[in-house]
């Protein structure tokens, strides 16, 4: 499970003096789920569009699934699956008949077209409306049958861009607890966002994208605890513990009614340690330590100087 499912180097994109992608490096392990995210304008649709080959970029290189995305560009579009931000669905058609007709664009025929169809309509919960006409569907159903119909090819990879934009809070959750099954089956995901909690539950491993360039990348929890806010507390049994502690880590501020101590600095293990065994050479104890991070908001705004323009879910 350690290969790599989707590499890029240097990647670059211009519209004519405007420069969208400026070296946009990835590595993407295979059966992760990898979110890019970034507010409007960010580079998000760009990047999806190359790396399926539907844009080509100015500079740079790219493979997906082990296929480079210049030169093989058929061997990349026969692994993957895209759902774009907007939906393909044919909204005169119904569920069913939309699902067929990727079944048929797929030259997936007869008995085995329908098993497929049949299996997905089943797992998305569209069977009761498979017959009805997609203009008829809510959003959410929309987004499902759109992601769906990416599926009926079963790609290995598949690229998500925006799936849950303008979704309600439980569509959005129904789409998280899909897109989590698929990765349980080896699938990969890329898949892009402008929420913030999105990318907290459900990415492996997140690269913010501003302006064209990917300005932090990590976990969720490495990316929080880069920047300024996280602090360790300290609390002690005594104000008399809480004194002597105070001398010792005089960076510290201190809430004597509370009885903690607050240290800034990087909440990892290493530094709690290094805390820990300062208070230990004088003999001290705390009662209780806690590791306070902040949330991707407060990431976000550090690392690009603005806010996302769509923190809150509607
Ligand atoms: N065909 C095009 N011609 C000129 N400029 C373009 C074109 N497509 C995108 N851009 C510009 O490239 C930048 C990045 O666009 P992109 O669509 O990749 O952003 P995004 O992160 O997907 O944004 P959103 O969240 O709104 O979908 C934007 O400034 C956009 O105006
Ligand atoms: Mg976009």
Redesign the pocket.
């Given at each position: 499970m350690n290969s790599t499912a989707i590499a890029a180097s240097g990647l670059r994109k211009a519209?004519?003096d405007?420069t969208?992608l400026d070296g946009i490096d990835l590595n993407i392990g295979t059966g992760t789920i990898f979110s890019l995210l970034?507010?409007?304008?960010?580079?998000?649709?760009?990047?999806v569009n190359v790396l399926t080959t539907l844009l080509k970029a100015d500079g740079g290189t790219a493979s997906v699934a082990g296929h480079d995305i210049a030169a093989d560009t058929k061997a990349v579009r026969a692994a993957i699956g895209v759902t774009g931000?907007f939906a393909a669905v044919d909204d005169l058609l119904t569920g069913a008949e939309n699902l067929q007709l990727m079944a048929d664009i797929h030259r997936l025929r007869g008995a085995e077209g329908k098993r497929v169809i049949g299996g997905l309509l089943e797992r998305f919960d569209l069977l009761e409306s498979a017959g009805k006409r997609a203009a008829t569907y809510s959003g959410g159903m929309r987004r499902k049958l759109d992601l769906a119909m990416t599926l009926v090819t079963k790609p290995r990879i598949v690229f998500l861009?925006?799936p849950t934009t303008g979704l309600d809070p439980r569509s959005r959750r129904t789409m998280w607890e899909i897109v989590r099954e698929l990765t349980s089956d080896g699938v990969t995901i890329f898949l892009?966002t402008?929420y913030l909690e999105e990318a907290d539950q459900l990415a492996d491993r997140i690269a913010v994208?501003d302006g064209?360039r990917i300005v932090a990348e990590g976990t969720a929890e490495e990316l929080k605890r880069q920047v300024p806010g996280s602090h360790i507390r300290l609390r002690f049994t005594t104000a008399t513990d809480l004194d002597a502690a105070a001398r010792v880590l005089p960076e510290s501020t201190r809430d004597d009614e509370a009885l903690t101590l607050r240290v800034p600095g990087d909440a990892g293990s290493k530094s709690i340690r290094r805390l820990l065994d300062r208070l230990d050479e004088h003999a001290l104890d705390a009662d209780e330590v806690s590791v306070h991070t902040p949330d991707l908001d407060d990431v976000f705004l550090s690392l690009t100087g603005h806010a996302t323009t769509e923190v809150v879910a509607p």
């Amino acid at each position: 499970m350690n290969s790599t499912a989707i590499a890029a180097s240097g990647l670059r994109k211009a519209y004519g003096d405007k420069t969208v992608l400026d070296g946009i490096d990835l590595n993407i392990g295979t059966g992760t789920i990898f979110s890019l995210l970034g507010p409007n304008g960010a580079g998000k649709t760009t990047t999806v569009n190359v790396l399926t080959t539907l844009l080509k970029a100015d500079g740079g290189t790219a493979s997906v699934a082990g296929h480079d995305i210049a030169a093989d560009t058929k061997a990349v579009r026969a692994a993957i699956g895209v759902t774009g931000q907007f939906a393909a669905v044919d909204d005169l058609l119904t569920g069913a008949e939309n699902l067929q007709l990727m079944a048929d664009i797929h030259r997936l025929r007869g008995a085995e077209g329908k098993r497929v169809i049949g299996g997905l309509l089943e797992r998305f919960d569209l069977l009761e409306s498979a017959g009805k006409r997609a203009a008829t569907y809510s959003g959410g159903m929309r987004r499902k049958l759109d992601l769906a119909m990416t599926l009926v090819t079963k790609p290995r990879i598949v690229f998500l861009d925006e799936p849950t934009t303008g979704l309600d809070p439980r569509s959005r959750r129904t789409m998280w607890e899909i897109v989590r099954e698929l990765t349980s089956d080896g699938v990969t995901i890329f898949l892009t966002t402008q929420y913030l909690e999105e990318a907290d539950q459900l990415a492996d491993r997140i690269a913010v994208l501003d302006g064209g360039r990917i300005v932090a990348e990590g976990t969720a929890e490495e990316l929080k605890r880069q920047v300024p806010g996280s602090h360790i507390r300290l609390r002690f049994t005594t104000a008399t513990d809480l004194d002597a502690a105070a001398r010792v880590l005089p960076e510290s501020t201190r809430d004597d009614e509370a009885l903690t101590l607050r240290v800034p600095g990087d909440a990892g293990s290493k530094s709690i340690r290094r805390l820990l065994d300062r208070l230990d050479e004088h003999a001290l104890d705390a009662d209780e330590v806690s590791v306070h991070t902040p949330d991707l908001d407060d990431v976000f705004l550090s690392l690009t100087g603005h806010a996302t323009t769509e923190v809150v879910a509607p």
